[in-house]
């Protein structure tokens, strides 16, 4: 009767540990067929992460790029209300297909909250498990870039997504004042110390008010390349708009975000071969 026990737990196991396997192999089939998964991050929240993600990716798809976001912002997740898409993604026989406006496709965590204004906390395991799900029913196709709209700061819920995405690298925003970057400092060094790559830092709601250079001071002590300043501007009020494909201003600014983004990219790429 032990023996029996033994075998149908040993059973069990085994068809656990297959299921694990069969789960690893299709997220890595699916994590393949992205060339580049760029995090966008800060150490304080409100800077304007989400802003940046969703410009920088509508920049890049007007580029001729493909193109996808992922919403991980799982307290306060809205990047496709920035994007401006209120459709949700169509879910087809076990698969997710994103929704798409500018070239741009995505997919956020929003879509697990039942009720929009619901808070939700999430403990660590929670989150993988909902991460490796997306991850594994996400029908990307070949994606340019995966731009990955981060949880703010350096808690659990950061480091689960950072563990769990395979990230290339980081674009880390920060804004001119220097509190935000003694914030943005710490998510530096987390980074580092998870051994990702800091592509680089942008200072976001530069000059008016909150003064221009802290972003820049912040690189050079970090020693991490400066990837431009994105102006302070009303055109992100509109929410009918993208401001990096209707402003000229801050179609400039993004161009020059993602062409030393994408240097950033290239060199990692040729250090690797
Ligand atoms: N360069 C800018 N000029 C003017 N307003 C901006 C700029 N960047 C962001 N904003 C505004 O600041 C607010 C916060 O931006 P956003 O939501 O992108 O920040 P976030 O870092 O993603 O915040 P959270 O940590 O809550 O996710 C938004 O109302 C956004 O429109
Ligand atoms: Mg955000």
């Known amino acids: 009767m032990a023996a029996m026990n033994m075998s149908e737990e040993q059973k069990a196991r085994v068809s656990g540990m297959m299921k694990t396997w069969e789960r690893r192999k299709k997220i890595s089939g699916r994590l393949d067929q992205i060339k580049n998964r760029v995090a966008v991050y800060s150490g304080k929240g409100g800077v304007g992460k989400t802003t940046v993600a969703v410009n920088f990716a509508a920049y890049l798809a007007s580029q001729g790029a493909s193109v996808g976001i992922l919403d991980a912002d799982i307290d306060c997740p809205n990047a496709d209300k920035v994007l401006g898409v209120n459709r949700r993604p169509e879910y087809n026989d076990g698969t997710l297909i994103p929704a798409e406006r500018a070239g741009v496709k995505i997919v956020s965590m929003a879509y697990f909250q039942e009720d929009e204004e619901e808070a939700i906390i999430w403990r660590g395991p929670m989150i993988t498990n909902a991460l490796n799900q997306f991850l594994e029913i996400t029908e990307w196709g070949e994606l340019d870039y995966l731009i990955v709209d981060m949880p703010p700061g350096t808690s659990d819920a950061p480091l689960t997504v950072m563990q769990i995405l395979q990230l290339t690298g980081f674009v880390v925003v920060t804004t001119p004042q220097r509190l935000a970057g003694l914030d943005a400092k710490r998510s530096i060094n987390m980074v580092r110390k998870m051994n990702i790559p800091i592509l680089g830092i942008a200072e976001n709601m530069s000059?008016?008010?909150?003064?221009?250079?802290?972003?820049?001071?912040?690189?050079?002590?970090m020693n991490a390349p400066f990837l431009g300043a994105l102006s302070v501007s009303?055109?992100?009020?509109?929410?009918?708009?993208?401001?990096?494909?209707?402003?000229?201003n801050i179609r400039d600014e993004y161009g020059t975000l993602s062409e030393k983004t994408v240097k950033q990219l290239e060199k990692l790429q040729t250090e690797s071969n």
């Open 234 to 248: 009303a055109a992100y009020m509109d929410e009918t708009q993208l401001p990096s494909l209707h402003d000229t």
């Open 207 to 221: 000059g008016g008010v909150f003064g221009t250079g802290g972003g820049e001071d912040l690189a050079k002590e």
